[in-house]
């Protein structure tokens, strides 16, 4: 999966301790939508030999700068035109 990674992909970890795992994500180049992975840790815990860690990334359309500021609006009764430049 190009959109997550660790920061360590091996590892150990003394009893009764614990360490910190980084976890990156990248929405580069991903279309609008839920993407969802799970992390596994695999233990020598013999209750426990795997543990899974549902992760997941919601890419969304940036609606803020969606219109690049561009085009007319009203504001206290005026038109304003936002394409235009200023005369130099």
Known sequence: MSWVSVDETSGTVDALTTADVGVNYDSTGLAPGLYQASLCLE?????????????????????????????????????????RKRPE
């Open 43 to 83: 233990t020598t815990d013999s209750g426990n030999g795997q543990i899974i860690i549902p992760i997941s990334l919601d890419v969304r359309v940036d609606d803020l700068f969606s219109d690049r500021f561009e085009g007319i609006d009203t504001i206290d009764g005026r038109e304003v035109d936002y394409s």
